[in-house]
Structures are given as C-alpha cells and as structure tokens.
C-alpha cells in the first residue's frame, strides 16, 4: 500500500485514509474533487495526458536539504524548469517506483532540450527510514538527476497543506515495516510557477514523454479547444 486513493460518485478523490490496496482512478475521470479546497480538476487540454487543474496550483516557497546535506531552495533552484513534484517514500511497494520508473524512462527517450528544462524532485514522506544515503541510492535506481528531499514529518505535511491539495501524509502501522498513505499524484510546474496539470499513477513512459515535450515547448499548457 502505496498511496490512499478513493472512488466517489462525482469522480475520485484523494484520502489520507489507509487502505489495504491501491485504486487508481481512470484518466478521464471527470470533476475530480480535491480534498481541502473546492479546487477541480478535470480531463486535461487535447494532446495531454495528465488531469487539468483548476484553478492553477502556484509553485510552493520551501526550503528542504537534499541528500548531500545541502538546504534546496524549491522555487529558486527549480526556476526556469518544468517541475515534477512528488511526496513519497522509498519502502513504497507500489505508487512511488512505478511513478519514478516511468518519468525515468519517458526522461530516456525524450531529445535533451527536454531532459535540460524538466527538474524532478522528490520529498520524502518517511524521514525516519529515508536517510541521505538511502534516498541518494534509491532515487539513482531511476534517474540520477533525480533531486531527492528530506524534512521532518511535521515540514513535509505543512508543506503538503499549504498547497492546499495533497492530504497529509499518515502512517500506517506501529512496527518497523510500516506503510504510509499518501498522495499518488505528481505536480507538474510549468515555466509560470504555476501546476496547471497534474499525473496519477499509471501513466505510460511514451504518454509522459509526450507530455514533458508539450511542456517544455511552451512553457505552459496548450490551449483548450
């Protein structure tokens, strides 16, 4: 159990419940609702793969370290990219590799102006086992370019509150092999600081190379028909 994901009849939103299995929600799921705001997120503009968010999410002012130790700027060191934001954790079964694996291998296939404009980070939800090293080891599995953050529980879940998107992240379990519910979603930041579109889990490499070479292109979303 990766994640905390549930049906509803409007669409599908986001718990921070803990559930025994993952349950991803079709792509074109229609008025998905947000929990912790009356944001909506639709099916997103014509040759997109992601979900439409609306309105935008604006890019998040924190300050978290990196593997090396280092305090990691989001906005200033991710200025001028396509961003991908992800809060998960490497003992994850399921949601976090697959979500990595894939961007990894659409990353691979994409032309190198593409690779230079995409940054993607990824902050941990389980700072007690996710240690610099770990988190260095297990990130460059997918992708070494791959920026890994670490902050303690109570950062990391007002960070997720402030976007006023993710649930918070909650642990499930009281014995070293515990799992933790969180958020299946990556935030992708175009070159306005602002996520228009956002990726559940699920999406092909061949979608999301198509995808990060619509948005390294323009900068923002294409138009809506």
């Known amino acids: 159990m990766g994640c905390a994901v549930g049906h509803a009849s409007a669409g599908w939103h986001l718990t921070s419940l803990a559930l025994r299995r993952v349950v991803i929600p079709p792509i074109g799921a229609i008025g998905l609702l947000v929990l912790g705001s009356c944001r ?32 990691f700027d989001f906005q200033r060191e991710t200025r001028g990219k396509i961003t991908l934001l992800f ?19 659409a990353l691979k296939r994409s032309d190198r102006k593409v690779v230079r404009d995409v940054a993607v980070v990824f902050v941990t939800t389980d700072s007690a086992r996710d240690s610099p090293q770990r988190l260095a080891q297990w990130l460059a599995n997918f992708d070494s370019s791959f920026v890994g953050l670490i ?7 007002a960070i997720q509150a402030g ?12 014995g070293p092999d515990y799992t933790i519910a969180h958020s299946a979603v990556v935030l992708a930041f175009t070159l306005d600081d602002s996520a228009h579109v956002l990726y559940p889990s699920g999406i092909e490499p061949t979608a999301w190379a198509r995808d990060l070479a619509l948005l390294a292109g323009t900068g923002s979303l294409p138009a809506r028909p």
């Open 40 to 71: 909506k997120a639709e099916t997103a503009s014509v040759g997109l793969a992601g979900v439409r968010i609306t309105p935008a999410v604006a890019k998040p002012e924190f300050t978290l370290r990196d593997v090396r130790g280092r305090p």
């Open 87 to 105: 809060f998960g954790y490497t003992h994850c079964p399921d949601v976090c590799p697959l979500q990595m694996a894939n961007i990894a291998a």
């Open 151 to 157: 902050g303690t529980e109570q950062r990391v879940n």
């Open 163 to 174: 976007l006023k998107f993710l649930p918070q992240s909650v642990r499930d379990g009281a």
